[in-house]
C-alpha cells in the first residue's frame, strides 16, 4: 500500500488545490511541525498528498495520481459542478475512469473499483 504522494505547487495555488482534493473525498489533515510551514497535507481513508509549496512547481507530463474510489459516480457529480473538465477515458481493468487536472496542473486519474477477479 502507497502511505503517501507529494505533489509540488507554487504557494498561490494552494486554497484551490486543496479545494479541488476535498471534491474527490480527501480531507485536509495538519501536517506536523515544521513541515505545516512548506506543505498542506489532505487524506482520504490511508492515503495521504502532501502538497508541498515550489518556487518552481515540477509538474510530470505523463506522470499522475490514481485514486479507486467507491463513490465514483458522485465524485464526478461533484467535479463537474464545480466546473472542472473531467473527461471519460477507455475502461481499463473493467472499470470506468476519469482523467482530470487540478488547479495546479497535476493529472488525476479516477477509477471505479474494478469488478471482483474470476
Known sequence: MIHHVSLELDEH????EVAF???LGFKEMAP???LAERARWVQRGDVQLHLMYAHSPSIP???HVAVILEDYDAVLVRLRSARHDAAPRAEHFGSPRTQVRSPAGHLVELMAPPPPAG
Not at 13 to 16: L, M, R, S, V
Open 13 to 16: 495555488d494552494i486554497a484551490a
Open 21 to 23: 482534493w476535498e471534491l
Open 32 to 34: 506536523p511541525g515544521a
Open 61 to 63: 507530463r505523463a506522470g
